[in-house]
Structures are given as structure tokens and as C-alpha cells.
């Protein structure tokens, strides 16, 4: 048994498939093929089910699939230790960042990340804080930029900035014309909301601390991971949104008018760069940290607000 092999029965298991897999992994199908036979005969057993399409693990074969995917990642560390020994800021890191924080955040820093250090590859993907955490832990992901605090154990949190929230009233709706509102105004059944499973949903249903009673206008209902497609449901109807800081930042003189402060208390939200307590590029991590916080404005480092929960 070698690396090689173990990569390539890790490609197979990832698209299910010869031809893909042996593509994927820049070789031919019939030496993929070799490979897998290769190891399946050293090892006494049969890892897939051929007669299956797609080809699927057998029992015994989703066990030794496990047990390489950590192998592999154990030993892709080696070279992560000696990048870190050497403080060699170069490599691959494969960051997943909220939907509410990518539009927003990701422009203000990459193209001056990549101009600094030009042999680092980021690889982006907007994914729930959920689903960042499970594939932190399984190593699918080097890094997360979600919400904080959130339940999490096993991770190390460094907090980017905080984010103050607005309301976006539509012109028709009856506070339009104040200055201001209360959070007691937030009533759900005007309140347009991210789809579930959405942790800025959470803070803003926890900010209206009135329970769950989702009926839009009528039967219609609309779930979405975009916070600007809400403001665009907003400007054609009675309706109010919630928005985070940076999303007011980017609106038009006409649209800014639409927002409101909120007078009882302010709201806010802190957005971390998580990375699991293992991770070995920590070198390369505080630097991107040191990036992000450096292209946000200074009076966003500080938690100027109360910090509203992720869990409802």
C-alpha cells in the first residue's frame, strides 16, 4: 500500500466512477484500474461494489475508505508542518464563508491578500456555519468565516469585526417615515427572513424575541440565502428586512433612506476567521486574519453594541 494508491481510492470513492476518477487524477483508466485491484488484492478484500452503477463501497470498503481519507490528510500535515517551520507563506487554503459576510467582506481584502502573497491559492465557498463546522472538523475545510460566538468545540476564534444592524423599511410600511425604530417594531409578520438554517435568520428573530410566526403576505413565501434579494422584495412591498452593516454601506443615497437605526439598543454581530485547534498553517492564517481586519474601518474592531445570539 502507498500514497498514490490511497489518493487514487480516494478520487474513485469521491466520483464514483473509473473514468472520472483516473481524469481527475491525471492517469489512465486502465492504470486506476491496476491500482485499485492492486490494493484490493493486498488487502484481501473487495473495497467496491462493481456491480453497482455508480460503483458504491462495500461494508468493509466504507471503513477502509475512513481510515484512508485520515491517512491522507495526516500525511498532507507533514508538509504543512515543514511550510510552517520555514514560515512559508505559500499553499492552499480552502476557506468557507457565510452567505450574509462573503458579498460583503471577501472584495475589501482579496485582491490585496493576493498581491501580498502570491503563492497562496484561496479557494472559496459560501456554505452555512453549520456545514463549515462539520467540514472543519472532517477536514474538508481549512478555515470558516461565519458568526461567533457559536457552539463549536475544539476551534480557535479570531474575531474579524463587528457589524451593527439596520432595519430596511419599505416606503409603504408605517415607520417609513421616522428616523428611527424600536426592536419592538420588528413585527415577524412583516419581517422578511432568510430561509432556515440561516444563523443571521436566528439573530433576527432573537432580536424580535416574540416567537416564530412566519406567515408572509398572505401565501406567498419566498427563502433565500441573499440578504439583497430581500431588500428587493422589500422596495415592492409593506415589508421590513433586517441588514448588516456593511450590506447599508453599499446602497444608493436614495436606498440609505430606507434604512433605520434601531433607538432601544444596538444590535450587532461579530464575524470570526475559525479554524479547527489542529490546523497547522497558523502562519498563514494570522496573516490573512491580520488582511481582513486591516480592510475593515477601524470603528468596526471594536463591539460597539450587544452581541445578538446565533442559536435560537
Known sequence: MNLQQIEYLLALDKYRNF????????ITQPALTIQIKNLERE????????????????????????????????TQKLKDIVAEFKADISGELKIGIIPTVAPYIVPKFVNTFMKKYPNV????????????????????LDAGILVTPFPMQDTIV???????????????HSSSSKKSI????????????????????????NICTKGIEYNKFGKFKYESLSIDS?????????????IPEFAKELLSKQKKQMVKPFSDYQPIREVSLVIERTFLKRTLIEKLHDVI??????????????????VI
Open 19 to 26: 473514468s472520472t476518477a483516473a481524469e481527475k487524477t491525471y
Open 43 to 74: 488487502l484481501g478484500i473487495e473495497i467496491f461494489d462493481r456491480n453497482k452503477k455508480p460503483i458504491i463501497p462495500t461494508e468493509i470498503g466504507k471503513e477502509i475508505i475512513d481510515h484512508a481519507r485520515i491517512l491522507f490528510r495526516n
Open 121 to 140: 491559492n484561496l479557494i472559496f465557498s459560501e456554505v452555512i456555519s453549520e456545514d463549515i463546522l462539520t467540514k472543519l472538523k472532517d477536514g474538508n
Open 158 to 172: 479570531y474575531p474579524l469585526y463587528y457589524e451593527k444592524f439596520y432595519a430596511y423599511v419599505s416606503k409603504e
Open 182 to 205: 424600536t426592536t419592538s417594531e420588528l413585527e415577524l409578520q412583516d419581517l422578511w427572513l432568510l430561509e432556515e438554517g440561516n444563523c443571521f435568520r436566528n439573530q433576527i428573530i
Open 230 to 242: 430581500l431588500m428587493k422584495i422589500v422596495d415592492n412591498s409593506k415589508g421590513i428586512t433586517v
Open 293 to 310: 481586519k486591516n480592510s475593515v474601518p477601524p470603528k468596526m474592531l471594536i463591539a460597539d453594541g450587544e452581541l445578538v445570539n446565533t
